[in-house]
């Protein structure tokens, strides 16, 4: 998610610092920023002398405290664990100018939690992007109770800066978006299990009844087996509704690697990555 939204942010004009513990994700992500941008000029929604401009704003942090220091926001797109995330806003506090946006790029996990601990969590928001970044046209904006008004006007003009279009959520487990979607797409799960349809006729019902752009199963293709099923759990434990319980072929799923589009294997065979 990280590079996908270093790649929006440059397109908007602004200049991104990228970090990453493993050097070898950053080398990642850059190579991802300039296909994307490649993508963007085949289909003409970038021009070719504007490509080197947009990839010289995406550039390599040699540390944390270098990425966040003199920055305007700081978007941190980690894994889905608070106690990490925790540990990475306790650093960038110290890091970032003390007028710095922090924000979180969490589908489902407490803002609250997140902030706790910290000096200024006034500061501190939700952005939750969706996958793929490049084409899909809403953020979530999630403020918790100490989120200063000034921090979320901040953040929706910046969503807004990235041609996306913002809603304001109040910090609750799965939010807006995630709660309404894992639902879905762990009864889409259990309809497989129980032989109801496939996984395709499953998702084209969604695609062509309800006009949803994607199936509920391919879906989770694509944002990762692993990814909800660690959502489902928190929600489950969060809000200890049934319907939030993660079924059996999903666990099974996981524990197989079958993870997705990234893996190669999921509800569906991708064969392009395997």
Same mark, same amino acid.
């Given at each position: 998610m990280g590079r996908d939204i270093a790649y929006v942010a440059a397109v908007s004009g602004c200049r991104v610092q990228l970090f990453d513990e493993r050097p070898?994700?950053?080398? +990642? +992500?850059l190579a991802r920023v300039t296909e994307l941008v490649d993508q963007g000029i085949l289909r003409?929604?970038?021009?070719? +002398?504007? #490509?080197? #401009?947009?990839?010289? #704003?995406?550039?390599?942090?040699? $540390?944390?405290q270098s990425a966040a220091g003199g920055v305007a926001l700081v978007v941190e797109a980690i894994v889905e664990d608070v106690s990490a995330k925790r540990a990475v806003f306790a650093k960038l506090e110290q890091a970032a100018p003390s007028d710095?946006?922090?924000? $979180?790029? $969490?589908?489902?996990?407490?803002?609250a939690a997140i902030a706790r601990g910290l000096r200024e969590p006034a500061r501190v928001v939700g952005m939750h992007f969706f996958n793929p970044v490049p084409a899909m046209r809403l953020?979530?904006?999630?403020t918790q109770a100490e989120t200063s008004h000034a921090s979320v006007s901040r953040a929706v003009e910046f969503v807004r800066q990235l041609g996306k279009e913002p809603?304001?959520?109040?910090?609750?487990? !799965?939010?807006?978006?995630?709660?309404? !979607?894992?639902? @879905?797409?762990?009864? +889409?799960m259990r309809m497989l299990e129980e032989g109801v349809a496939s996984a395709e006729d499953i998702d084209k019902a969604m695609e062509l009844g309800y006009n949803h752009p994607m199936g509920p199963l391919k879906l $989770?293709?694509?944002?990762?087996?692993?990814v909800r099923l660690a959502v489902a759990e928190y929600l489950y434990r969060a809000l200890e509704?049934? %319907?939030?319980?993660?079924? #059996?072929?999903?666990?099974?799923?996981?524990? %197989? !690697?079958? @993870? !997705?589009?990234?893996s190669g294997r999921g509800f569906y065979a991708w064969p392009d990555r395997a």
């Open positions: 070898d994700a950053v080398s +990642a +992500a003409g929604k970038l021009k070719l +002398a504007d #490509r080197d #401009r947009v990839l010289d #704003r995406v550039v390599r942090a040699a $540390t944390l710095a946006l922090l924000a $979180t790029n $969490t589908s489902s996990l407490s803002i953020v979530e904006v999630i809603i304001v959520v109040k910090d609750s487990p !799965g939010f807006a978006s995630s709660r309404l !979607g894992v639902a @879905l797409g762990l009864e +889409a $989770t293709d694509l944002v990762g087996l692993d509704e049934p %319907q939030f319980e993660p079924p #059996r072929i999903l666990r099974d799923k996981v524990a %197989q !690697g079958q @993870l !997705g589009k990234k």
